[in-house]
Nanobody
């Protein structure tokens, strides 16, 4: 129905940068908030950054000033630019989207998740 596909994860040294992308596809009518979450081993999944359909961003305190979230509404895509990365940023990063889609004559609003992309920051 709706799929989120992430890309851009990998290995980077401390102080380096990575850019994550997440493209949503399917029978999409509209997307409200989009966001990035992360989960490190042994930890709960936590919000990293979110952005409204109007482009208003919100960040976790731990990434403010280092990460930037943006989106391209025409392409149903959200980005996360990660700069000045630290070893504690190491985690699996998940894309999330609040989607209104068309399905069998109805228009359900559903929270979708990507499959996750691994980010490792070496010290």
């Amino acid at each position: 129905q709706v799929q989120l596909v992430e890309s851009g994860g990998g290995l980077v040294q401390a102080g380096g940068s990575l850019r994550l992308s997440c493209a949503a596809s399917g029978s999409i009518i509209s997307i409200r908030n989009m966001g990035w979450y992360r989960q490190a081993p042994g930890n709960q999944r936590e919000l990293v950054a979110a952005i409204s359909s109007g482009g208003r961003p919100d960040y976790a305190d731990s990434v403010k000033g280092r990460f930037t979230i943006s989106r391209d509404n025409a392409k149903n895509t959200v980005f996360l630019q990660m700069n000045s990365m630290k070893p504690e940023d190491t985690a699996v990063y998940y894309c999330n989207a609040d989607v209104v889609a068309y399905y069998s004559g109805t228009y359900p609003r559903t929270d979708y998740w990507g499959q996750g992309t691994e980010v490792t920051v070496s010290s």
